[in-house]
DNA sequence: TCAAAGTCAAGAGCAGTGCTCACAATCGCG
DNA sequence: CGCGATTGTGAGCACTGCTCTTGACTTTGA
């Protein structure tokens, strides 16, 4: 990271390395303050401030406010991720692997409100996701296929039946299958795209508060959510009471 | 509204008028550099230079900024319900309503992006919205709740097999069915509470760029949920075609 | 009719923001 | 060890939301 790789060597001067804390200290702070009080609200100022540096030295390591919340972004998906990855790597069932995922990336939102808004809250105007972005972006997707690729390979997946898929939907589906999704059915890529908005409209509508006043007890309405959307991509609650030795190698 | 009421006559003074046509004219300014640039971009002092009045003026008609917010809040509430409405409106098989209703939120969504994320993108987060909102934001929901009640009244309604409802979840639906969908089975209500918060995922994520590099054609996708979620309200297209005099009363 | 009361816009000003730039200090590498 | 790159500083610019005083105007009531 704030390694110096030079002509094969590897060094870690000690200047870059006393530039890495520093950063590593003012996203720490930043991240402190977004937790706390919310995106729109932190400024560069306050972090400097309280790291006790003039307010133009933040530049020295970022170059606007906008590349600090990108790393404060990239934080948040690689925390997302993370949490993600960990329970869909508890074994198990495809439902109970699908519903444990769904609760510890609900459970990840409400612990982390503001990291969640920042990732998919409304976007800023002017901002552009940068490419770096993509990749932390994408832990949370990958574990989701993953999860329909071992179901499918463990013959857990049962046909979905919403009827024909359309051309442009067959041909989306497909392109994402060829993608992440080896082997699964199209019709399971299909309902796992509409699953996957489900699970994040539902803990958006949460979170931003628009169940206020209809939906008294979310979680409920979530854990709902979780059998149905799973039913979407062929998953249904402990039907088959675990084959022994499904976990095959393809 | 601007007419004084006093002993008993209904007089609109002057001033009374003048006050609301500036405040209409604010309030169209900001509603028009909303549409440009975002709320966050949204400054007063900008509102007032456009008008040419000094930027201390605008708190005569609005004692802060989140209470200019709270007035295009409202104004995209009617405007996206009316849509919902007049897309209702129409009348037809309850699944053709059901996607026309669907269509025409996802399109009033694209057309006004950025009201769009002020209603259902990340809140502010000192911002409480204010009591006067919950009529406009329930005109979409009430408009979905009509097609059920509709729907169930024109035995349009197939049973929903997601299994039985928990019984927190049937408190839930029961509550709702007793607010606003009379008669409608539990689990009808429960299923399109989900449907409702994919409908609009599905819409959050395609505006947030969130399917960007995973969906190419999000319309493809959109078509795709509306038939999928539809099955989770008991909804499946062209199934019956059409009860001639089914538009019974109760 | 004419002054009192009420209303409204303007301007100055405050505290805060992101960001730039010239300058000084300091640290470490050759 | 000295030079140079790197880092921190403080002033300053243009902007924001918001407050408060001042002066002008309109409406009201005796």
């Known amino acids: 990271m704030w390694q110096t790789r030079w002509m094969g060597t590897t060094i870690a001067t000690a200047r870059a390395r006393a ?4 950063r590593a200290e003012i996203v720490t702070e930043a991240r402190r303050q977004l937790a706390v009080e919310g995106a729109p609200a932190l400024s560069l100022r306050s ?3 309280q790291l006790g540096m003039a307010s133009s030295a933040v530049y020295r390591y970022f170059p606007s406010r906008d590349e600090l919340l990108t790393a404060l972004i990239v934080e948040a998906y690689d925390g997302l991720g993370a949490v993600a990855e960990t329970a869909a790597a508890a074994g198990g069932q495809a439902f109970e692997r699908w ?6 990336i609900r459970g990840w939102a409400l612990e982390n409100p503001h990291e969640y808004a920042l ?3 409304s976007p800023v105007p002017g901002y552009e996701a940068p490419a770096l972005t993509v990749g932390p972006a994408s832990r949370v997707t990958l574990v989701l296929a993953g999860l329909l690729v071992d179901a499918h390979r463990a013959g857990e997946l049962t046909d ?4 024909p898929l359309s051309r442009a939907m067959s041909v989306e589906a497909l392109r994402l299958a060829d993608l992440a999704l080896p082997d699964v059915p199209l ?3 299909a309902g796992g795209l509409v699953a996957w908005t489900s699970l994040f409209g539902q803990i958006s509508f949460e979170l931003f508060g628009q169940l206020k006043g209809i939906v008294e007890q979310p979680e409920v309405l979530f ?9 979407l991509l062929g998953l249904r609650p402990g039907q088959l ?3 022994v030795a499904a976990q095959t190698e393809p």
């Open 19 to 22: 530039r890495a804390e520093v």
């Open 47 to 49: 972090v400097t401030r």
């Open 99 to 104: 519903r444990t995922v769904c609760r510890a």
């Open 119 to 121: 990732i998919f809250g």
């Open 160 to 163: 979905v039946d919403a009827g």
């Open 187 to 189: 019709a399971t890529v």
């Open 223 to 231: 854990e709902h959510a979780i059998i149905v959307t799973a039913g």
């Open 241 to 243: 009471p675990g084959p």
